[in-house]
């Protein structure tokens, strides 16, 4: 859970990133700080997902 929540306060933090680059007009770094907000974002999504319908940060194995 530690994780997901760490990820979480990640991708929040890219998100502030992207508007202020947008608007100091610096599009290499929006271009940075949006991939890092979907990447984050998406790996703390799924891991709380996962922790929800498997019980544990780790998917099912057979």
Avoid: D, Y
């Avoid at 998100?15 to 974002?41: D, M, P, T, W």
Wanted: charged share 10%; hydrophobic share 60%.
């Amino acid at each position: 859970m530690f994780l997901s929540i760490t990820l979480l306060l990640v991708a929040i933090l890219c998100g502030f990133a992207v508007i202020r680059e947008l608007r100091r007009k610096n599009f290499v770094a929006v271009g940075f700080a949006a991939l890092s907000f979907i990447v984050f974002g998406w790996f703390s999504v799924m891991t709380i997902f996962s922790i929800i319908t498997t019980g544990t940060g780790a998917p099912v194995g057979h």
